[in-house]
């Protein structure tokens, strides 16, 4: 059973940094398509960036892009957002998602296994 748990999230200062995890189990970690969304209260769920797992393939959404930065180490499974510059409208629950086929679009509806969330504060 695929399963993804996210850390790293807590209160944090504007401008500050902050570096969220993903640890994967489960499946084949070599094949996935793995990402980061977030969504901020009251607010649809946003895509912010994605990676393939077998490497070759890295994607940041334009409204981050400059700030956020994803990552994956293969030897554990795991993928990270390193967040820069931290803003107020960052505030928000982060979420990891897998997906079997590819990195296709950012979009939640491709993705077919999330994370529980970690939640990311940020105070001005």
């Known amino acids: 059973q695929v399963r993804l748990v996210e850390s790293g999230g807590g209160s944090v200062q504007a401008e500050g940094s902050l570096r969220l995890s993903c640890a994967a189990s489960?499946?084949?970690?070599?094949?996935?398509?793995m990402a980061w969304f977030r969504q901020a209260p009251g607010k649809d769920r946003e895509g912010a960036a994605q990676?393939?797992?077998?490497?070759?393939?890295?994607f940041v959404d334009g409204s981050v892009r400059g700030r956020f930065t994803i990552s994956r180490d293969t030897a554990r499974n795991t993928i990270y957002l390193q967040i820069r510059s931290l803003k107020s409208e960052d505030t928000a629950m982060y979420y990891c998602?897998?997906?079997?086929?590819?990195?296709?679009?950012?979009?939640?509806?491709?993705?077919?296994?999330w994370g529980q969330g970690t939640k990311v504060t940020v105070s001005s």
């Open positions: 998602a897998a997906e079997d086929f590819g990195c296709l679009g950012l979009e939640a509806n491709v993705f077919n296994y």
């Open positions: 990676i393939a797992t077998g490497g070759g393939y890295s």
């Open positions: 489960g499946y084949r970690y070599g094949s996935m398509c």
